[in-house]
């Protein structure tokens, strides 16, 4: 079986990358070993045929093997690992991303789908030749089409028309393009197919005469000329567009097909100016049918001049024009620029071939100023800055490069990004800011009621879920900073023997007009973000013609209750981390809130003595929330001494939140753990259960109270 693949490449490769290729060879036929196609052939001719197809395009030996070991991975034991130890890691590379092309397919049958799903093909292959193992695979597949089951027919042939045909045509690879559209529309639409072929061959048989006879004037006339006659030929049409052409431009089958049409092939451009001006001169050209591709380029990179002449008996006559670059272009389109030279040494690096080949589209239509979409898409398809993955209904979703499980739920919809807990990536369970790979199938977690977390800024890239993260923190700040600044001005009042409801409402109107509130949401908005002070407002709210504006006495007023569920307006400082039975004090941080510091705390200082900047307060009565504290352990440096400790906090039903081992000395160590409590008695609780640990040597809270020597 290997014999006649040696012989093709025999014609452009070295003996010793053939040896190689074939201990390819013998890796995929052992490992294939007692698989069958549909057809009931063994497994192993469906690589070697795929091999050939890409020898036949004169692709590289590593291009080659690829194509040989393209199933493995997917269908057999063998590994990636396995490949790149045997065959290095170029191979194993390939046969990895044509696996994965394999794995992913496409279901929905919508426009937009399938242009996304043909741009995701080309992202997930970073390497091009991918891209060109995979069509070669998909060509086999489809000319072994027959002895599939009908539905895998049919899917495969919807997929090869909408997918795959439209990717080699825009890699200008068109005699994939052509078979990719003749086999396609052959199983999708039998009936027709059949009957419009027929009547091709029929057709034919008329034609024949008047088509030598036009070929033969052509040659003749360019040999006058002294150019080469050997390279013109009846250019045969292939079905599926001859039913296009009906389709599109309501054509009936006689008007497609009475029209000859025919290639010449010359030496340079030059010479395919001067083949024109031997056409024109020998049957009149029909106006306005003259292209010059050559001067300006088609999307695709394909060059030719095409011209349409009134022939003998009046029938028109198609003629396309070019070099033989330009054909092998045409036929092979990206493909080409891997032919293979064996000098070329240093431009084997393929990605640089794929950039010369997008380089040499980029100039050519620079000079022409002709369109510049293709070299867009392609460009963005070789370097892709974008991410593309499957919802679970199937649909793709274009995110940009980084983008992660909470950007892909704000793309959904902004209530699933405002109510995510969890994300499942190809069913399994990933955090929420794990970054998005091509072709990944990803499932949110919702939560009615759930929130947003203001760390999920630190990783979304795309601005549809950072502005509404920052929108829906700014209104939950809004809401929480009312309810609290309504509480601060409540107690305010309360030392001043009055209460909000009791105001009368033209004093409430007079004090908003005076500092320009539209409505008292404001005023406590204002307050509880510390932008105004509670007990300055409650003194010009009680002033009356009689009651002159009283003293600001806040050592007067009951201290507020905190509850420690008061959101993003009250914080707990980290320096002293107060929990409930702390003695507590509030700082106005303004713009902010309030931070709450243990009544000792030494970073205070002179804040204490400045009224209007702090609020007495204490812990509410019914508290539901864990508080974080800050705990320093000296221990003996011996094994399994953090096993205890964790073990101690565990049994009182605390949670570690995070944990620091500091080495003192040899002897000794200085464990630092910030614990989930509840309250002074649970964290008493938990100290007493610590010191039972013999190795546990002293425990301080916030800092070491110990000498460090
Ligand atoms: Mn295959």
């Known amino acids: 079986m290997f014999s006649e693949l040696k012989q093709e490449l025999s014609t452009y490769l070295p003996a010793e990358q053939i040896e190689t290729i074939y201990a390819a060879y013998r890796t995929a036929k052992a490992a294939h070993k007692g698989q ?55 191979v194993a590379e390939l046969v990895d991303g044509v696996s994965k092309l394999t794995q992913i397919q496409f279901e929905s049958k919508a426009q937009a789908q399938a242009e996304n799903f043909r741009k995701m093909v080309l992202a997930m292959a970073n390497d091009m030749r991918v891209i060109i193992v995979k069509l070669s695979d998909r060509l086999h597949n489809m000319r072994t089409l027959d002895a599939c089951p009908p539905e895998k027919r049919q899917r495969m042939a919807v997929e090869t028309l909408d997918i795959y045909a439209p ?37 034919k048989g008329n034609r024949r005469e008047i088509l030598i006879d036009i070929e033969n004037t052509l040659k003749k006339s360019l040999i006058k000329h002294g150019l080469p006659s050997d390279s013109v030929w009846g250019r045969e049409k292939n079905v599926y567009s001859i039913y296009k052409k009906m389709r599109n431009k309501k054509l009936s089958f006689s008007e ?30 029909v106006p306005e049918r003259f292209k010059d591709y050559i001067a300006i380029p088609k999307a695709n990179g394909y060059q030719s001049l095409h011209t349409t002449l009134f022939g003998p008996y009046g029938v028109p006559i198609e003629i396309q024009i070019r070099d033989r670059e330009m054909e092998d272009l045409a036929n092979n389109g990206i493909a080409a620029h891997w032919l293979y030279k064996s000098k070329d040494k240093a431009a084997s690096d393929t990605q640089i071939r794929a950039r010369n080949w997008l380089q040499k589209i980029l100039d050519i239509q620079k000079n022409t100023g002709s369109s510049l979409e293709f070299i867009e898409h392609v460009k963005f398809d070789l370097f892709p800055d974008e991410v593309y993955v499957f919802t679970p209904k199937g649909e793709i979703m274009e995110l940009p490069h980084g983008a992660t499980a909470v950007d892909f739920a704000y793309a959904i919809h902004s209530d699933i990004g405002n109510s995510c807990v969890a994300a499942k990536i190809d069913h399994r369970l990933a955090p929420l800011s794990t970054a998005l790979v091509n072709g990944q199938r990803v499932e949110i977690i919702t939560v009615a009621g759930a929130r947003p977390n203001p760390v999920w800024l630190n990783f979304v890239v795309t601005g549809k879920a950072r502005s509404n993260i920052r929108h829906f923190l700014k ?22 023997t009055s209460s909000w409801d009791k105001l009368p409402a033209e004093q409430v109107k007079k004090i908003l007009d005076e500092h320009q509130y539209q409505q008292a ?23 009356t013609e009689q009651v002159k504006r009283p003293e600001i006495t806040p050592k007067s007023s009951k201290p507020l209750a905190i509850k420690g569920s008061e959101g993003m307006v009250v914080t707990f400082a ?26 000792q705390c030494s970073k205070i200082g002179k804040l204490r003595n400045k009224p209007g900047k702090c609020v007495e307060l204490q812990w509410s009565k019914h508290i539901e929330e864990d508080f974080r504290v800050n705990l320093y352990l000296l221990v003996v440096n011996r094994r399994g001494v953090l096993g205890k400790i964790a073990n101690s906090i565990a049994n009182v039903d605390a949670d570690i939140d995070n944990i620091n081992v500091d080495e003192h000395d040899g002897n000794y160590n200085i464990i630092n753990v910030i614990i989930s409590v509840r309250d002074r008695k649970h964290l008493a609780n938990l100290i007493r259960r610590l010191r039972l640990n013999k190795e546990v040597l002293r425990v301080s809270r916030n800092k070491p109270t110990w000498d460090k020597d």
């Open 36 to 90: 069958k196609r549909h057809s009931g052939d063994d497994y192993i001719s469906h690589p070697v045929a795929v091999a050939h197809i890409l020898a036949g395009m004169r692709l590289d030996a590593t291009s080659i093997m690829a194509g040989l070991l393209h199933d493995v991975i997917e269908d057999t034991l063998l590994s990636k690992e396995e490949i790149a130890q045997q065959f290095g890691n170029a």
């Open 167 to 203: 990717i080699a045509n825009r890699l200008g690879m068109h005699s994939f393009r052509v078979e990719f559209e003749e086999r396609g529309f052959a199983a999708i639409f039998p009936m027709r197919y059949r009957v419009l072929s027929s009547a091709m061959r029929k057709v």
């Open 256 to 285: 497609v097909m009475d029209m000859y049409a025919f290639r010449i092939i010359v030496d340079s451009i030059d010479t395919c100016y001067r083949a024109l001006g031997v056409v024109h001169n020998l049957f009149k050209p």
């Open 475 to 496: 209104s939950q700040q809004q809401v929480e900073a009312i309810k609290f600044g309504k509480r601060l001005l409540n107690r305010a009042l309360s030392a001043l």
């Open 574 to 599: 980290e320096c002293c981390r107060p929990i409930p039975g702390d003695p507590i004090i509030g700082i106005i941080q303004s713009g902010r809130g309030f931070t709450i510091h243990l009544d």
């Open 521 to 543: 949401e404001e005023l406590f908005e204002a307050i509880g973000l510390g932008n105004a002070m509670a007990p300055v407002i409650a003194a010009q709210l009680i002033e």
